[in-house]
């Protein structure tokens, strides 16, 4: 059975800094991938890590600030984010696929994080 969990999520003021986990079980996947979603607006993509490689990608939005790791051994996946922002508030969601050409069909339950100005 396929799991995603995230934890981490949390009030904090503007220009602090959070670390969002993602545990994954259930089978291997190529890519980890964090999205959000602010409330009246659509999911977005945030991040994304390849899983064995570890080439990453961001959106324009958070480049520079946030960080995706991964650590193979604990099968979890991170989203370091630095000097937010109130616009960074929204439900943080871990997904996964299994390769590059297909979307993401595995989805954890979300996180909340609330950036106060």
């Known amino acids: 059975q396929v799991q995603l969990v995230e934890s981490g999520g949390a009030l904090v003021q503007a220009g602090g800094s959070l670390k969002l986990s993602c545990a994954a079980s259930g089978r291997t996947f190529s890519f980890i991938g964090w999205f959000r979603q602010a409330p009246g607006k659509e999911r977005e993509f945030v991040a994304s890590?390849?899983?064995?490689?570890?080439?990453?990608n961001y959106a324009d939005s958070v480049k520079g600030r946030f960080t995706i790791s991964r650590d193979n051994a604990k099968n979890a996946v991170y989203l370091q984010m630095n000097s937010l922002k109130t616009e960074d508030t929204a439900v943080y969601y871990c997904a996964a696929r299994l390769s590059a050409f297909t979307n993401y069909p595995y989805w954890g339950q979300g996180t909340q994080v609330t950036v106060s100005s």
């Open positions: 890590i390849h899983w064995s490689g570890g080439s990453t």
